[in-house]
Structure formats: structure tokens, C-alpha cells
């Protein structure tokens, strides 16, 4: 199984386990969240709950974890107070307390989705190995010209996503590149901001400090990638040199 493939069934298997996110994310007593890569701020957490003003009492039940920048990690637990619980903002307060049966119209829909992923993915498989043994009885090209590139995004703040945004509405990859990975990280700085990271695979080629100005962030997304294509260019040129010998 080739790698667009391999990269077809995982997103696959991303969107089935989007789809019962929900049940990963608030405990089932109500009194502790999960965050979720989707989840920036407080904020986000406090609407997703049932209101924009949950945030404040879940900063304060949760201050010994959560840094004085408010930046907050994927895979952290926090404690929901009463104030959230109790409250009748609460968004799971009249859907699901006082009801903790499994609903039967919840399980079957939950087994119809399973079977209808099921047969997704048979199909997937199915066509793949259909396409693999019509690759054998053909002309063989060059695997490397299979994959293209990929820009992964990897920032945490609200910052470091419009960053991430507008260097993927400027990206355009170079003619001829291919098999490469662009990822955009980011870690927060003492202050104000954050920094921004860039690497072509395993090496780095771009870092700066972002700043809390969407003017100066897209300055600084273009500046990103003019040195991305760069040097994603200076890499295909050097891999087309070695296939020449």
C-alpha cells in the first residue's frame, strides 16, 4: 500500500474519531475537561461548555496549572467547578444529567456510523489493491514523484494560527519539489508573543517572534515563506543532482 493510500485511511480514521470527540472531552461526572487541539483559549473551552463567562471560574479552579500567559496544552485535564457544572449555562445541564442510560437511539446511531466507516474503509482498500495491481502491469515510475509536500501545523495560540493561515494562503510549492514537510511550530516567550518556528523535515530554516498585530504577522507569513520556497527549492535541487549521478 502506497503512501497517498496510507494517508487516505488515516484521514479516514481522523474524521471517525472527530465525530465521537465529545465523549473524550468532559468526564462523565461533569467535573473534569480534556483539551482538545481545537481549544486555544479559555474562552473556546468556556463557549464550548455553554458560556463565554465559564472561563473566569475555571482560570481560578485551575491557576496552578495553566501559566500566567494563558497559553494551555493539548492532553491537560481541568477541573470544572460548580460554577460550571451547576450552572444552568452548563451545556450538558438538561442533554445528559439525570440521564446516564445509554440512549438507544445514540447506540444505533453511533453502530450505523461504525458500519458506514467499516464499509469506507473496505471500499478504500478494496480500490487500492485494485489500483496496486494495475501499477504492476504498467510502466513503473518514479515512486518519489508520488507524494508532494505537506505544511502541518503545529502553533497553539490564536497568533500562531493566523500566522500558520496566512503562510498557507501565500504557500506555493516551487516546480519539480516533492516528498518534503513544512512544519510551523510555536513556544511561548517571556512577555508578550510568541515564537515561531519553521523546519523543512528535520532542519530548521525560519524563527521569529510573533507579536500580538495582525499587520505584522502577515508581514512576517510573507517573509516565511519567500525563505520556505527557498529552501525547499535548494533541497529539490540537490536531490535532482544526486539522481543525475
Do not use: C
Not at 144 to 153: A, I, Q, S
Amino acid at each position: 500500500m502506497n503512501n497517498r493510500a496510507i494517508v487516505t485511511i488515516l484521514v479516514y480514521i481522523a474524521f471517525w474519531g472527530y465525530g465521537n470527540i465529545s465523549i473524550a472531552q468532559i468526564s462523565a461526572d461533569y467535573k473534569s475537561y480534556t483539551i482538545q487541539s481545537e481549544d486555544n483559549t479559555l474562552s473556546d473551552i468556556a463557549e464550548k461548555l455553554g458560556s463565554e463567562d465559564f472561563w473566569q471560574p475555571i482560570y481560578r479552579a485551575n491557576s496552578d496549572i495553566i501559566s500566567n500567559n494563558g497559553f494551555i496544552e493539548e492532553g491537560q485535564v481541568l477541573t470544572l467547578p460548580a460554577a460550571v457544572f451547576q450552572s444552568k449555562e452548563f451545556i450538558y445541564h438538561s442533554s445528559n444529567k439525570g440521564n446516564t442510560s445509554t440512549n438507544p437511539t445514540d447506540k444505533e446511531s453511533k453502530e450505523k456510523q461504525l458500519e458506514q466507516f467499516r464499509s469506507a474503509f473496505k471500499s478504500l482498500v478494496n480500490k487500492e489493491k485494485q489500483n496496486q495491481e494495475q501499477s504492476e502491469t504498467s510502466p513503473q515510475q518514479d515512486p518519489t514523484l508520488e507524494l508532494g509536500g505537506f505544511v502541518l501545523d503545529e502553533t497553539r495560540s490564536k497568533m500562531g494560527r493566523d500566522f500558520y493561515n496566512l503562510f498557507y494562503q501565500h504557500w506555493e510549492a516551487p516546480q519539480n519539489a516533492s516528498n518534503f514537510t513544512i512544519t510551523i511550530s510555536e513556544q511561548p516567550t517571556i512577555g508578550r508573543g510568541s515564537q515561531v518556528t519553521i523546519k523543512l523535515d528535520y532542519n530548521q530554516i525560519f524563527s521569529a517572534r510573533l507579536q500580538p498585530r495582525y499587520e505584522y504577522i502577515e508581514t512576517l507569513s510573507k517573509q516565511a515563506v519567500a525563505r520556505s520556497q527557498q529552501a525547499v527549492q535548494q533541497q529539490a535541487s540537490v536531490k535532482n543532482q544526486l539522481i543525475g549521478y
